[in-house]
């Protein structure tokens, strides 16, 4: 029986459902189970398969507790014709590397993947106890993309409600108006004065509010649950690519079924990449998964000198969804590589949040060192690398990407190991930095500099963000830090 406890102890005993319907543990830990990698992923028998029916085979043993129906209604509902692209997550050619794009869904970021299939998978979860009137507000701090995917994947979505905080000031135009313009009678979108560290630690501190907890439940029935991706039902679907870029490797005859092969992955809160490791205890034949950063390198220095210090200047930089001091994921990973010590992990954290700072013991290190490799790129070489990204292959590359392909570039090459650079963003979502970077008119507003990206290397704006330009702006609140509590209250109570 596949059950779920908190990283940092093993008092829990929960479904996926629950574990998807609660977000995080009561002891601020993430949820995980003990049992992944007892059951693996046939990939003898990936090659031709759709995506959706990859995706089946690998949530099915993520989920143990949904049934065949209710995760085939889910997958069909999730990667429908919303996809700008029927592979979803189509593998291309970059050079002699390959890059799968994560981002022809319906906001244009990778964050869809896992957004379209969340509110499906909660929507088929029920109360833990009794209250059968009991909804659901999903809380969520964002950078940048998370939030505009969470709000579309939410929006009128049955028994939930949705409030979104974003950092004033630190997110693109388009990223604002994509959150400030979304349709739906259950949604709420917010600035904060801060941040996005500040916001998701005060969403997490919201989260561990028992007596806010009370009130939402016998005023409004309301429970609060989270859509970042320390939920469970955000982590397991991002899985599936891992998989399905294997498949289409596979398809285009680059690597026989074993054969391994290497992932960039631009990093910023751990689950993008940590999904890979999931894959890889799941049977998938993975080298090694390389961790890029922008100039938060954090992770970076994590992983070189085996002490994670959060004590650092933050850097808002071109790469706003990367820009993280807190790599929540990162726990889940330390969970399995110290072979399941909730003690350790608890002590970790603890350090974390006390002193700001913990120290791994190397023997673990060397493990976690032997799998995930690492880089960052500062905002000259981001800029740099998207101008070399077209001028080489004639592809463009949104800043987030960009540090991982610079990463990439500095990995010494195995011929033998096919490597795919995980393209999280359309560049359309940052038309300005990158018309900058390929010295385009720069000048005009996003929506002008998107008209100017698209002449000059003929591709094509995604529709729905070239339509912000026109679109209504419904929501133009802004609060303080410890204002955002109250926001939740509010919205509660008008769910
Ligand atoms: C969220 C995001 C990332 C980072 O992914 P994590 O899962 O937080 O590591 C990278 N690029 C873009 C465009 C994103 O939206």
């Known amino acids: 029986m596949t059950t779920f406890h908190s990283t940092r102890s093993t008092t829990d005993s929960l479904t996926s459902k629950q574990a998807i319907r609660k977000g995080i543990a009561d002891d601020g830990g993430l949820f995980v189970t003990d049992s992944l990698g007892e059951t693996h992923v046939d990939i003898a028998s990936l090659a031709g398969k759709s995506y959706q029916q990859i995706a089946f085979d690998v949530l099915s043993v993520l989920l143990p507790d949904y049934t065949e129906a209710e995760l085939k209604e889910c997958i069909d509902e999730a990667y429908g014709p919303q996809w700008s692209d029927e592979k979803i997550t189509p593998v291309k050619p970059l050079g002699d590397d390959y890059v799968m794009e994560l981002f022809n869904g319906p906001t244009s970021a990778f964050k869809d993947v896992a957004l379209q299939i969340l509110p499906r998978f909660m929507a088929r979860t029920t109360p833990a106890d009794g209250d059968a009137d009991e909804k659901i507000m999903i809380v969520t701090a964002t950078s940048g993309d998370t939030g505009k995917a969470a709000l579309a994947g939410f929006a009128d979505a049955a028994g939930t409600g949705i409030t979104v905080f974003y950092p004033e000031g ?50 409004s029935h309301v429970v609060l649950s989270s859509a970042n991706s320390i939920n469970v039902g955000r982590l397991v679907p991002q899985v599936v690519y891992y998989f399905s870029a294997y498949a289409q ?47 938060n390198n954090v992770l970076f220095d994590f992983l070189t000198s085996g002490t994670y210090n959060r004590q650092r200047p933050f850097f808002q930089t071109i790469s706003p969804s990367m820009d993280i001091l807190i790599s929540s994921n990162l726990e889940r990973m330390l969970y399995y590589m110290s072979d399941k010590d909730t003690r350790l992990i608890s002590m970790l ?61 500095q990995m010494p090459r195995d011929p033998l190991t096919p490597r795919v650079l995980l393209s999280t963003a359309s560049p359309y979502k940052f038309p300005r930095v990158v018309n900058e970077s390929l010295g385009l008119d720069a000048s005009g507003t996003d929506f002008e500099c998107m008209d100017v990206l698209a002449k000059a290397t003929g591709t094509t704006a995604p529709a729905a963000l070239r339509g912000l330009e026109t679109a209504n702006v419904r929501f133009d609140n802004v609060v303080e830090i410890d204002g955002m509590e109250g926001f939740v209250e509010q919205a509660a109570k008008a769910l």
């Open 249 to 295: 490797l596979l398809e285009r005859q680059v690597i026989n079924v074993g054969d391994e092969v290497e992932f960039v992955v631009p990093t910023g809160n751990f689950g993008d990449i940590l999904a890979g490791y999931y894959a890889k205890l799941l049977g998938l034949p993975v080298k090694h998964l390389v961790v890029a950063s922008d100039k």
């Open 349 to 409: 954290m603890n350090d974390l949040s006390q002193w700001g700072a913990y120290e791994v013991p190397e023997p673990m290190m060397k493990k976690i060192r032997s799998i995930f490799g690492t880089g960052w790129a500062d905002e000259n070489q981001v800029r740099e690398m998207i101008a070399d990204c077209w001028n080489k292959n004639h592809y463009v590359i949104d800043p987030h990407t960009a540090c991982g392909y610079y990463v990439m570039q």
């Open 170 to 219: 630190k997110v693109s135009q388009v990223q604002e108006l994509q959150m400030t313009t979304q349709s739906g009678s259950n949604v709420n979108v917010c600035a904060v004065k801060g941040n996005f560290d500040d916001a998701q630690s005060a969403v997490k501190r919201i989260f561990g509010d028992k007596e806010l907890a009370g009130r939402l439940a016998d005023d």
